[in-house]
């Protein structure tokens, strides 16, 4: 029988793939960091899975109000060959980048705006308490039963 450390971690490792699932399913695997910092740790009494903190942005998007940093605005135009044209001429990277942050500043992402557009982690969350609630009951309720077989085999002393 598998231990509880065992189980958490087989529920973390399922946890940790659906996350980097989403994050690909949705295209938000920009650069590849936010699924290679996701990392798990799990102990007897504890689940704990971790990533950078910009898993956050791509849960729940980015509120506007302030403006995102113009050199990863500027890292993404680039990297994506994102150009905005008018009159026929593009008016460069810089401005796009501006322009696009500008965007987000005053309406927010699109995931913020649309959650269903990010990854859910509250809905993954919900699977993994349905995992563990499955497979760390059984554990539970043979550790019960036997100790209760022991108590009644003293009993009978």
């Given at each position: 029988?598998?231990?509880?450390?065992?189980?958490?971690?087989?529920?973390?490792?399922?946890?940790?793939?659906?996350?980097?699932?989403?994050?690909?399913?949705?295209?938000?695997?920009?650069?590849?960091?936010?699924?290679?910092?996701?990392?798990?740790?799990?102990?007897?009494?504890?689940?704990?899975?971790?990533?950078?903190?910009?898993?956050?942005?791509?849960?729940?998007g980015r509120k506007p109000g302030k403006f995102p940093p113009p050199n990863k605005m500027i890292d993404y135009v680039t990297r994506n060959g994102i150009e905005f044209v008018i009159d026929g001429k593009s008016i460069g990277i810089k401005s796009t980048a501006f322009l696009m942050g500008k965007g987000i500043s005053e309406k927010g992402t699109a995931i913020f705006r649309d959650h269903s557009k990010g990854i859910q982690l509250e809905t993954i969350e919900e699977m993994g308490v349905k995992l563990i609630k499955k497979n760390v009951s059984g554990i539970i309720l043979n550790d019960i039963k036997s100790k209760v077989m022991d108590l009644s085999k003293g009993a009978s002393a």
């Open positions: 029988m598998q231990s509880i450390k065992e189980i958490l971690e087989n529920v973390g490792e399922q946890l940790v793939n659906e996350i980097k699932s989403r994050i690909n399913d949705k295209d938000l695997n920009d650069t590849g960091s936010a699924s290679s910092s996701l990392k798990l740790n799990a102990t007897d009494t504890k689940l704990e899975i971790k990533g950078n903190r910009y898993i956050g942005a791509l849960d729940k």
